[in-house]
């Protein structure tokens, strides 16, 4: 079974700094799909960014970019230029690429707090 | 995007009774929906898989006859708690899988329900 590890459970980030969150996996899949997903106080799950597997060029969206290293199973999460609005629970998620049927399997989460 | 609409967002009941909760998809077909429960501060962990039209899959140490799933339509599944218990309260999480998406691997989530049980 996969598993998802992030061995932050809580950050702080000056405002406007950048700051980086850790995540690895552990799968025997090729094809799979990796995922962070912020989770604020209205607990509605809120997608980030998303990697494919087969993809070796690092996914970005805005002030948010990713260092996938596949060969170490690491996923880490960069947020560039700190906003307030960036506190939250951060999920990293993997999901396997097998079947439409597989879910999204959530490491424990990172809290992160952003300091004016 | 796709939207996921759930419901009721907050829901408290008596202990003993019954919940439903309501997990659409609005503007696509769901085949599949998968239910989560999150503790306070804790991660999501998956309960069950629901497929359209057949039973649910569910996780070990998930009770399937407390936790009724039924996904009897393309856009609508629902998650009874039955002879719900104080240790059932939590956060209930239901998330989507669109055909269409599939080449991006993403779920598409709903707003979570409260449950408390007094």
């Known amino acids: 079974a996969q598993t998802v590890t992030q061995s932050q459970p809580e950050m702080s980030v000056q405002e406007a700094e950048t700051v980086t969150l850790s995540c690895t996996y552990d799968t025997s899949e090729s094809d799979y799909y990796l995922f962070w997903y912020k989770q604020p106080p209205s607990r509605q799950m809120i997608l980030v960014i998303r990697?494919?597997?087969?993809?070796?060029q690092n996914a970005t969206e805005n002030r948010f970019s990713v260092n996938f290293q596949k060969a170490a199973k690491s996923f880490s999460l960069k947020i560039s230029d700190s906003q307030l609005g960036d506190a939250a629970m951060y999920f990293c998620a993997y999901r396997s690429a097998f079947s439409g049927n597989t879910p999204l399997v959530f490491g424990k989460g990172t809290r992160l707090s952003v300091i004016a | 995007g796709a939207v996921v609409s759930q419901h009721p967002s907050r829901v408290i009941c008596k202990s003993g009774t019954s919940v439903k909760i309501e997990c659409r998809s609005l503007d696509f077909q769901a085949t599949t929906m998968f239910w989560y429960r999150q503790f306070p501060k804790k991660s999501l962990m998956l309960m069950a898989t629901s497929n359209e039209g057949s039973k649910a899959t569910y996780e070990q140490g998930v009770e399937k006859d407390k936790f009724l799933i039924n996904h009897a339509s393309l856009t609508l599944s629902t998650l009874t708690v039955t002879s719900a218990h104080p240790e059932d309260s939590s956060f209930y999480i239901c998330s989507a899988r669109a055909a269409s998406g599939e080449g991006t691997g993403e779920l598409f989530f709903g707003e979570g329900s409260r449950l408390t049980v007094l």
């Open positions: 990697q494919e597997a087969y993809k070796q």
